[in-house]
């Protein structure tokens, strides 16, 4: 029970370390130039690549703990990313459509299906909260960016086991 | 089976309790309560050395594009500045002329000039972009006098406001957020009309009148009404129109700013030390009219 405790404690907190560095990242992206509009969501992209990869699965407590922290440090409206991640998670695990696409066109398709879907419920909140319709080329550009900047990282993940593998083969 | 049933009923379940959990946190964040206000200025003062800290080799990378760029456009550059330079020269002979006859003028009238005092001038620590809000975070806070509700500006124009307050730290509402609206007019031809963000690149024109007619170019500038913003600071300048919404681009770039200047704005000081916004009409010495005045008192 105790080894289990320890080894739950470890996975999030190296989580936890993943999620900030991925944070700030996300918002350092915003000094470039080429991201006038919007920045992509860095954040997503890992969030989505843990809960996909990583053998445990995260805490949906955990997941609404990061948003929150993360509208906090931004000074967003409270809740909105912790919503944004728990469908993230939701429809990236729970749906039996989820599955499917896996399996028929990979881990990229199934990353934008979730993210899409994800980010137009949480604009239709956002517009009922605000009253107010945001700038819809900003919310395009932003699923733009970030739908290519997921094979990027993807890419930049697998480089360790590439080279490993051309190592192992020679 | 039916262990599995119920344990699939007991995860819907848990998942749409969460989910309401969230749609209730965005409505207690909607709700802007002082504590959640402070934990978040805390939050900002605490990561803020951190967020500095990441963001170099963003600012580094955006310097070397911009050394690139400058590089390959220097001679196009070179002949746009000479010619810009001519033109400079001559406005200059005329402003000087006009601005002799102005300072005369003003004299004549004892107009009384509105300045802003600057309180502190700053670096931008980071600016978060997202979809759902724009705002950027400054390294000065309480300490160097800065406080809520404060107008934010550059060199070229206004940037935003103060909205929240930590010791060392303060976040700044930029123009462009979907909450940030700022009361301007029109300065060719004077209409009065509301400058709204809509969490994009520009700047909405509401609340125009339909017998207004602004040009393509024409600058915004604040017009010092609801006395948040003082007047005759820098918004923008409409770039385009379409179905019958003119957008204005703000002048200050969010992305290219560096460092910001926090003004004191002495319109929202003397609205905060009168009782009302519209204070209530001193009682006056009536007029003596034949049996009215004593029914009135």
């Given at each position: 029970m105790e080894k289990y405790n320890s080894e739950f404690f470890f996975n999030n907190l190296i989580f936890t370390l993943i999620i900030l560095v991925a944070s700030f990242l996300q918002i350092s992206?915003?000094?470039?130039?080429?991201?006038?509009?919007s920045q992509p969501y860095i954040l997503a992209i890992v969030l989505f690549l843990t809960i996909r990869r990583v053998n445990y699965e995260l805490s949906s407590i955990l997941i609404i703990l990061y948003g929150l922290l993360y509208d906090l440090i931004t000074g967003g409206l409270i809740g909105i990313h912790s919503l944004l991640f728990l469908f993230l998670k939701l429809f990236t695990l729970n749906l039996s459509i989820s599955n499917k696409i896996l399996k028929k066109y990979g881990e990229w398709f199934l990353f934008s299906f979730s993210y899409i879907i994800s980010l137009l419920i949480m604009k239709v909140i956002f517009v009922i909260v605000n009253f107010k319709f945001p700038d819809i080329y900003a919310v395009m550009f932003n699923i733009g960016t970030t739908l290519l900047l997921f094979p990027v990282i993807l890419f930049l993940i697998d480089v360790p086991k590439i080279v490993l593998k051309v190592f192992v083969s020679k | 089976m039916l262990f599995e049933k119920s344990k699939l009923y007991k995860n819907k379940l848990f998942n749409s309790l969460l989910i309401l959990i969230c749609l209730i946190l965005i409505f207690i964040g909607k709700l802007d309560l002082i504590a959640l206000r402070n934990l978040s200025s805390f939050l900002t003062d605490f990561f803020s050395p951190i967020s500095n800290f990441v963001s170099k080799p963003a600012l580094e990378l955006e310097n070397v594009i911009k050394d690139v760029q400058s590089a390959t456009f220097l001679r196009d550059e070179n002949i746009k500045l000479k010619s810009e330079n001519r033109r400079l020269k001559i406005i200059e002979t005329k402003l000087a002329n006009t601005e002799s006859e102005l300072i005369e003028l003003k004299k004549l009238l004892n107009f009384k000039i509105n300045r802003n005092k600057i309180i502190f001038t700053g670096r931008v620590l980071n600016i978060s972009g997202g979809t759902f809000a724009k705002t950027m975070v400054i390294n000065g806070g309480s300490v160097d006098g800065i406080k809520k509700g404060q107008p934010v500006i550059s060199s070229l124009g206004l940037v935003g406001s103060v909205i929240s307050v930590g010791p060392s730290s303060s976040r700044v509402l930029l123009t462009i957020d979907i909450n940030s609206m700022i009361p301007s007019y029109l300065t060719q031809s004077g209409w009065p009309a509301i400058a709204q963000?809509?969490?994009?690149k520009l700047l909405k024109l509401r609340?125009?009148?339909?017998?207004a007619k602004p040009i393509i170019g024409e600058i915004i500038e604040t017009s010092?009404?609801?006395?948040?913003f003082p007047s005759g600071v820098n918004v923008g300048k409409i770039i385009s129109m379409s179905n019958g919404n003119y957008y204005v681009q703000p002048l200050p770039n969010p992305q290219k700013l560096r460092f910001v200047s926090i003004i004191s704005n002495s319109d929202l000081e003397n609205r905060k030390k009168s009782k009302g916004f519209a204070p209530l009409q001193e009682n006056q010495n009536k007029i003596n009219l034949k049996g009215f005045n004593k029914f009135s008192n």
């Open positions: 992206l915003n000094f470039l130039s080429f991201f006038v509009i | 963000g809509e969490n994009g609340f125009l009148s339909s017998e010092g009404h609801g006395g948040v």
